[in-house]
């Protein structure tokens, strides 16, 4: 018992963590598409961006200026990109807006080529989060176990704005009906650009606690994990917020038992698979609400 | 006094004329009827009205203020609301906080508060059902609420988008009561109706629709005992009942 428990514990924290890292992209594309009804393709590369801004400004700035600069510089990225690639769109065919969304994540990809030469640039160790622990017999770093609590605070906050304020009853209309929306004086493109918003915070923070565990960035980094979260978000229900994060640990602790029993070559290929499954017979996910078509 | 005067109103979809050029207006404190056949463009109105479609030509002047190029958002602030076809209560939100994103622009909470009293007082079923998602409502209550939602906003010129379709008899007997109570509370009122006999009763003043045009107009009861309109749009049952 005491050895499965030793040779087990490790990845079961990296699942956790990693879980939380995904959940808090996730959280971003759920919330597009519950209002916009689009797959955001671009919160990817928003989230590398975010890598970038900080090794960028870490290396000339302190730690308690380029850590808030980072999540003001993706907010501020989120924001420019719904202004500029989907607004225009409103009232264009979802197609097109999808399209948009694919033009958008490929000319991020290739800024960031452009930019860094495509050189693998060395992630800033952020102190503290940084350090080891040793928790039982596994040894980890400080930001495993930081990860699924900050995830949780973060969510339940975003659960109280959203069933709690007047700008969160204000989502849930948009999210329903925007004419009707609008006919109760609600500007529905002010409410579209807080999602944004919140969505690329969290993105800032989820790629903070990601890139913590790997040592360097590439414009592609963020691709991967950008890729798991959308499927963790349309396991759990896309439009769902709960389901996202449930989904996304569920992922993350998966994957990592799939390491654990030796299997790593296949731990991708499982989530791609679990996304086909989901897709063929629970398209709706965990907990995604059957749509009807708008008369 | 004329509270809304539309000017030669004309909007096209796809280039196809749904209004060519409408004229009428609506006096403070009266209620006033849209009628018309389906596609006559009195859904249309309202939304050009409201913003909700484009204008291309003419002018909307509400409280002596030309307001034809505002936005919706704009148009609810100078006090135009209007009460969807269909009701499009937002089902994901309980009835409470339906009745609180009808006064979206509204930043008084004490006000608020007050209103929401005020429609507690009118629609008592809805305060009972107040914890409850729209979404569970029965069709007249979800009226109800899409009524008190829109009262939510202090109107000065209510718009009713088909108020009675697809309710009960005894609903729209009882949403007809609410539009005259509502005008007598000093409210003026913009309605559409299919339900001819009732709209005409009901109203000061009504304006017939055939394809986009005005083609009569005159008060409601001169208009219930046309015979044009009575064949046209009160059909037969309701000589049967004289």
Do not use: C
Not at chain 1, 172 to 181: L, Q
Not at chain 1, 262 to 275: E, I, K, P, V, W
Not at chain 2, 112 to 119: A, D, G, L, P
Request: aromatic content about 8%.
């Amino acid at each position: 018992m005491y050895d499965f428990i030793n040779a087990n514990l490790p990845y079961l924290l990296a699942g956790i963590s990693v879980g939380g890292q995904y959940a808090l992209i996730a959280i971003g594309y759920t919330m597009v598409y519950g209002i916009l009804r689009l797959i955001n393709f671009a919160h990817g590369d928003v989230f590398t961006a975010a890598a970038y801004a900080m090794v960028y400004m870490n290396a000339t700035l302190p730690l308690y200026i380029s850590l808030p600069l980072t999540i003001i510089f993706t907010v501020v990225l989120g924001y420019t990109v719904e202004r500029v690639a989907y607004k225009p769109l409103r009232s264009a065919p979802r197609m097109s807006i999808m399209i948009s969304a694919i033009g958008v994540s490929y000319l991020l990809q290739n800024l960031m080529w452009y930019i860094t030469g495509g050189l693998a640039q060395q992630y800033p160790t952020i102190p503290w989060i940084s350090n080891t622990v040793t928790i039982l017999t596994a040894t980890t770093k400080m930001v495993t176990l930081i990860t699924p609590v900050l995830t949780l605070v973060l969510v339940l906050l975003l659960v109280q704005l959203i069933n709690h304020t007047k700008i969160g009853m204000a989502m849930r209309a948009v999210s329903k009906d925007f004419e009707t929306s609008r006919l109760m004086g609600i500007k529905i493109d002010n409410v579209i650009s807080v999602t944004f918003v919140i969505g690329s915070f969290l993105a800032a923070i989820g790629s903070m606690l990601y890139f913590t565990n790997y040592t360097a960035v590439t414009p592609t980094s963020g691709a991967m994990p950008g890729l798991k979260a959308f499927v963790a978000a349309v396991f759990g229900g896309i439009g769902s917020i709960p389901g996202a994060v449930i989904g996304a640990f569920i992922i993350g602790i998966a994957e990592n038992i799939i390491k654990a029993v030796g299997l790593t070559t296949f731990s991708d290929a499982f989530t791609f698979a679990l996304l086909i499954f989901v897709l063929i017979f629970k398209p709706t996910g965990l907990f995604g609400e059957v749509t009807h078509e708008k008369v | 006094m004329s509270l809304l005067t539309v000017t030669d109103l004309k909007v096209s979809y796809d280039g196809i004329e749904a209004l060519k050029g409408i004229n009428f207006q609506v006096d403070k404190g009266q209620i006033v009827t849209l009628i018309g056949a389906n596609g006559a463009g009195k859904s249309t109105i309202l939304r050009a009205i409201s913003s909700l479609v484009p204008i291309k030509g003419g002018s909307i002047n509400f409280d002596g203020r030309d307001i034809t190029s505002l936005d919706t958002v704009s148009v609810v602030r100078e006090g135009i609301v209007m009460v969807p076809e269909g009701r499009r209560v937002f089902p994901n939100l309980t009835v409470l906080e339906n009745l609180k994103i009808g006064a979206y622009l509204h930043t008084n909470q004490k006000e608020i508060e007050t209103n929401i009293e005020h429609v507690y007082q009118r629609f008592p079923k809805l305060k009972e059902r107040h914890w409850q998602l729209a979404g569970t409502l029965s069709g007249g209550e979800q009226q109800m609420l899409a009524v008190g939602r829109a009262l939510m906003a202090r109107p000065k010129l209510l718009m009713m988008d088909e108020p009675s379709l697809g309710l009960a008899p005894l609903v729209v007997k009882e949403i007809f009561d609410i539009i005259r109570r509502l005008q007598q509370e000093g409210i003026t009122i913009l309605l559409i109706e299919q339900n001819a006999n009732a709209a005409l009763r009901t109203s000061n003043y009504a304006y017939v629709l055939e394809t986009g045009r005005i083609v009569m107009e005159g008060p409601g009861i001169e208009l219930l005992h046309d015979p044009k309109i009575t064949a046209a749009y009160l059909g037969q049952s309701r000589q049967k009942v004289q």
